[in-house]
């Protein structure tokens, strides 16, 4: 079973900065690809952004310019850069993987919460 670990959540202030990182249990080269997705109270789980394994990279509208995906093979991370953090951005941030083993095979981390407010 792969299990997906995410850190870096936290409180901060409209304006500020966070990083995201989300480690899984396998080597992070058998997923094709990996992504952030968000929900906020009262809402659907929406994709914040992702990237392929051959770096290719995908942005929700409204974090382009603000939020940067990368990933580090040698640190087995996905990193989500958060900067110029908005009251809106508040939410729990999940970690997703995808792999193909025949059928796609998806994988969930279990959320990391990211509130912004004064």
């Known amino acids: 079973q792969v299990q997906l670990v995410e850190s870096g959540g936290g409180l901060v202030q409209p304006g500020g900065s966070l990083r995201l990182s989300c480690v899984p249990s396998?080597?992070?080269?058998?997923?094709?690809?990996v992504g952030w997705y968000r929900q906020a109270p009262g809402k659907p789980r929406e994709l914040v952004a992702d990237i392929t394994i051959g770096g290719s990279t995908n942005y929700a509208d409204s974090v382009k310019g603000r939020f940067t995906i990368s990933r580090d093979n040698a640190k087995n991370t996905v990193y989500l850069q958060m900067n110029k953090l908005k009251p809106e951005d508040t939410a729990v941030y999940y970690c997703n993987a995808k792999r193909r083993v025949g059928p796609i095979a998806e994988y969930w981390g279990q959320g990391t919460q990211v509130t912004v407010s004064s």
């Open positions: 396998r080597g992070i080269s058998s997923f094709y690809n």
